[in-house]
């Protein structure tokens, strides 16, 4: 009789790589939240705000694209527990210093460095738990950790609301640091654990370069999550900025912003991983999702109703339309085998986190021509082709068996 139980959703490794994210996206997100204030008490001049911003933006997400290769690949050498302890481990005290800054130059290093920290806790816990529960669970397992993390979102928001910003950067640090407490008795997947015994190659990253079919694959699932960080590194981000262009009277605070797309995307996560269990598909579920963030982008840029409420809902529907980040970060990790499966589901986030980089250099380069509202249009626009082209090259992977190899 096939074992129906939802015990292995709410096992130990799966509780524990919720709250890691949960962590992880209290400090990711700190950042966008205390950015006008932290940089107002560095002395950096209304004038100059934006443009700091985006800078500081860059150095953190230079920092993931090489924590991405350092701790994707250490995941596939040295197991996937490895990475889940040192990341965090990294990027706690990145965030504890990170409250003692005094100059623009200290803060992009520590950014930076927090960037490498933050860039391995993801992909570690999904490539985990993807392997350590059965295929019917998959699915809602990756869900799962990815709604509770993101609720971090939520609490950076409060924190940064009733306090200094200097102390919600200890309180995420110090939150990092009881969490390896927790990390203690995780267990390592049995998956990986019997790739040890075998003589094949584990995390080398040339072997995503040098095969053509990988090749498409990897940089499919890097660019079908290319909107989601449109939306939340520029729309979300710089929502005052866009808020004052569009014309609304109300101050908007990016801190309530990002919250509220963080619980829309939440529950768009909850929905992608009911809908792909409902219609036995991932691909699908990217396609309908991808489709709604043009609807919702639009909304946004164009909204009939300038107020700071109607403002705010926007950006909660907003992050319901990319709310397929877990089902995302799931693909990639389905895609390829257990030798090169946290290289590549550490990596792609962490790629795509970093086009923000890009992103927002043609961003500044088009809202200098035709101004905010329509430079972001012609940017979440090319997002959106680049996603639906991509999805494209992917493989459909929801009844795939994680338990393979890929040859040399």
Known sequence: MEDKSLKPL????????????????????????????????????????????????????AGLLIGGLVWGIMGDKKGRLSVLFGSILLYSVANIANGFVTTVDQYAALRFIA??????????GITL????????????????????????????????????????????????????????????????????DKKVQRGNFLQLLNNKVRLTKFLGCIFIGLPIWFVIGILITFSPEFAKALGIADPVKAGDAIMYSYLGLALGDILTGFISHALRSRKKVILLFTTLTIAFMLLYLFMPVLTK?????TCFVMGVGIGYWAMFVTIAAEQFGTNLRSTVATTVPNFIRFTVV?????????????????????????????????????DETYTRDLNFVEED
């Open 358 to 394: 890009p992103l927002t250099f043609m961003f500044k380069f088009m809202r200098d021509q035709v101004g905010v509202i329509y430079g972001a249009l012609a940017v979440g626009l090319f997002t959106i082709v680049v996603a639906f082209i991509a999805l494209k090259f992917i």
């Open 115 to 124: 960037g490498i920290g933050l860039a391995g806790e993801l992909g570690a």
């Open 309 to 313: 409420p109607f403002f705010y809902t």
């Open 10 to 61: 709410f096992s130990i490794p799966v509780i524990v790589a919720a709250l890691g994210y949960f962590v992880d996206i209290y400090d990711l997100l700190l950042f966008g939240i205390v950015r006008v204030s932290s940089l107002r008490s560095l002395g950096i001049d209304e004038a100059n705000m934006l443009d700091q911003g985006e800078s500081l933006i860059r150095w953190q997400m």
């Open 129 to 196: 738990v993807a392997e350590i529960l059965p295929i019917r669970l998959r699915g809602y397992g990756t869900t799962l950790v990815a709604a509770v993390g993101l609720m971090g979102a939520v609490l950076a928001n409060y924190i940064a609301s009733s306090f200094d910003w200097r102390i919600a950067y200890f309180i995420g640090g110090g939150l990092g640091l009881l969490l390896l407490l927790a990390r203690v008795s995780i267990f390592e997947s049995g998956v990986f654990l019997k790739l040890k």
